[in-house]
């Protein structure tokens, strides 16, 4: 006969298995509630990846480092219910005098460094394939401002034109437009397209990162940051600048508008025409201070 003890004690492992399933479950699932080009409201998981650095990085996250997090979480919760539970003063009224265990040393040891081996090989690749470059196909220069991004079009490209990009008032935004992402100008390239992105700021030190192109790179005064991105669906993608860069760091969203080849030929020649009375030279934080 079970005692009711035994049975009160197996009841809560069982419930704490289920609870730490449950857990499993909802966050290696996650990317089935990831949003398409923003985050949704109760949103799980990364944006849905675009480019193929986006699903790399979401890979890594998703098959690498969330079964490997999840797996030390269970074992050491396993290690402490068992320390719990059999080695309590009840179930154990004379404790053990051993104080090493060289076994147990050389594992505890060599199996963090295994599991951070693991990690870094395909880490190590990811940052590869993100700091080198390919030969791009468009160049767009982006310069952050407070609070406002600027974006530069080269003349040899077709471009020719900069613009900058502002927060839509809450007065202008229509039906379906999403608050604090919606701005007055978006940023076009093509589809399938290798873009080079240079990033600088005007004033203090900004942050570009459109999560879906899984690109982040400072923006700092007097210093050009490059990275890369090729979309691989049409869409309009949205970031949002990561640093605290002073009172509306949280009103200089970005909007990148993914769109066919012909569409963007279409859309550079009517930016030349509609911009062409507002280009104006980059001015970095050093020399508008002395002008």
């Known amino acids: 006969m079970i005692s009711p003890a035994r049975s009160g004690r197996g009841a809560k492992i069982r419930g704490i298995g289920l609870a730490l399933a449950s857990v499993f479950l909802i966050f290696y699932a ?3 509630f990831a949003g398409f080009g923003h985050a949704d409201p109760g949103e799980l998981g990364l944006q849905d990846p675009v480019t193929p650095i986006a699903r790399e990085i979401d890979f890594f996250h998703n098959d690498i480092l969330l079964p490997i997090i999840i797996g030390v979480s269970l074992f050491v919760a396993a290690l402490l219910l068992i320390a719990i539970f059999r080695f309590n003063e009840k179930a154990n009224p004379t404790p053990s005098q051993l104080t090493h265990h060289t076994g147990l040393e050389v594992a505890w040891t060599v199996l963090p460094v295994l599991i951070l081996v693991v990690i ?3 880490s190590f690749r990811l940052l590869d394939h993100q700091l080198i470059i390919p030969p791009a196909d468009i160049t767009v220069k982006v310069t952050g401002h407070q609070w406002y991004w600027t974006y530069e079009y080269p003349p040899d490209q077709g471009g020719g034109f900069n613009f900058d990009s502002y927060i839509k008032d809450p007065g202008d935004l229509k039906p379906g437009d999403l608050r604090q992402l919606v701005v007055d100008n978006e940023a076009v390239v093509p589809i399938n397209k290798t873009v080079l992105v240079q990033v600088t700021a005007s004033d203090v030190i900004h942050s570009f990162v459109v999560q879906s192109f899984g690109i982040r790179i400072d ?3 007097g210093r050009l940051n490059q ?4 979309a691989e669906r049409e869409g309009v993608y949205y970031g949002q600048c990561s640093k605290l860069c002073g009172e509306d760091h949280a009103y200089m969203p970005i909007a990148f508008r993914v769109v066919s080849q012909d569409e963007y ?8 025409k509609k911009f062409a009375s507002t280009t104006t030279p980059v001015r970095f934080a050093e020399n508008a201070a002395k002008n």
């Open 219 to 221: 923006a700092v005064p």
């Open 120 to 122: 870094a090989i395909p």
């Open 30 to 32: 996650a990317p089935a």
């Open 265 to 272: 030929t279409a859309w550079l020649a009517q930016a030349k």
């Open 227 to 230: 990275t890369w991105f090729r």
